[in-house]
C-alpha cells in the first residue's frame, strides 16, 4: 500500500542535540511537508518542498532544517537552536500543484529532557 | 498573512446530538478543506469545497461554503462516539495550506 512512513514514532533528546526525523513517501508525490502541531493547537508549517533540491521556508522555519536530495525523501533536523522543541511532528505530501489533498504521515512524538 | 479562524475550540455532545464547527477567513479562499485527527492520530483527509455556496454530504457530515467563499462549516448529526476527534478546515493555495485552529469533539455515550 502507498503511504508516508515516518520515523521514530517517539524519540527523547536531551538538550543542545541535534535530531533528525525521517520521512519517507512511495506516492509518487511531488511535494513534501513537514508540520508542527502542539497540545490543543492547530498544525503550523515548517518547510515544504515542491520539488526535489528545492525547499522552502514556513511559518516557523527557525532551529530546522531539511533537504530533498531524493523525490521519495524529506527529512527533517531539528536543531539545538529550536528554543522549544517538544511537539508532534507530522510529515505529509501532495501529488503535483493546486488544491490537492494532503496525505499525512503518523507523525513523530519528539520530547526534550 | 493569512488566516483562517475556527470555532468553537471545543464541544462536548451527548451522544446523538448534532455538532458544528465553522471555520472564518478575513480574505476570499479559493478553496477549503477538512481534515478529521483522531486522539493521537494524523489527520485524514474528509472532503474539499470549491464553489460558492457548495454544500456536500457524506452519510452524517454536511459541509458547507459560504457564499462569499470566507466560511465554511462542518454539521454532525445524531454524534456517535466513533466522531471523537479534532476537526480541522485548512486553506490550501498553490503549495501552501493554512490551517485553523482546530475543534475538539468530545462525544459522551
Known amino acids: 500500500d502507498g503511504g508516508i512512513t515516518q520515523s521514530p514514532k517517539y524519540l527523547f533528546r536531551k538538550e543542545g542535540q541535534n535530531v533528525t526525523l525521517s520521512c519517507e513517501q512511495n506516492l509518487n508525490h511531488d511535494a513534501m511537508y513537514w508540520y508542527r502541531q502542539d497540545p490543543g493547537q492547530g498544525l503550523r508549517l515548517i518547510y515544504y518542498s515542491q520539488i526535489v533540491n528545492d525547499f522552502q521556508k514556513g511559518d516557523i522555519a527557525e532551529g530546522y532544517s531539511v533537504s530533498r536530495e531524493k523525490k521519495e525523501s524529506f527529512p527533517l533536523t531539528v536543531t539545538s537552536a529550536q528554543k522549544n522543541p517538544t511537539a508532534f511532528y507530522l510529515c505529509?505530501?501532495?501529488?503535483?500543484?493546486?488544491?490537492?489533498?494532503?496525505?499525512f504521515g503518523a507523525g513523530s512524538r519528539l520530547t526534550v529532557l | 498573512g493569512q488566516q483562517v479562524m475556527q470555532i468553537p475550540q471545543y464541544q462536548h455532545v451527548q451522544e446523538g446530538e448534532d455538532f458544528t464547527t465553522y471555520c472564518n477567513s478575513s480574505?476570499?479562499?479559493?478553496?477549503i478543506q477538512w481534515y478529521k485527527q483522531r486522539p493521537g492520530g494524523h489527520p485524514v483527509f474528509l472532503i474539499q469545497l470549491v464553489k460558492s455556496g457548495e454544500v456536500k454530504k457524506q452519510k452524517r457530515l454536511t459541509f458547507q461554503f459560504g457564499e462569499a467563499k470566507k466560511n465554511s462549516s462542518l454539521h454532525i448529526t445524531a454524534t456517535q462516539t466513533t466522531d471523537v476527534g479534532t476537526y480541522f478546515c485548512a486553506a490550501s493555495g498553490t503549495y501552501k495550506y493554512i490551517f485553523g485552529t482546530g475543534t475538539r469533539l468530545k462525544v459522551l455515550a
Open positions: 505529509a505530501s501532495t501529488q503535483g500543484t493546486g488544491a490537492n489533498v494532503l496525505t
Open positions: 480574505t476570499t479562499l479559493s478553496n
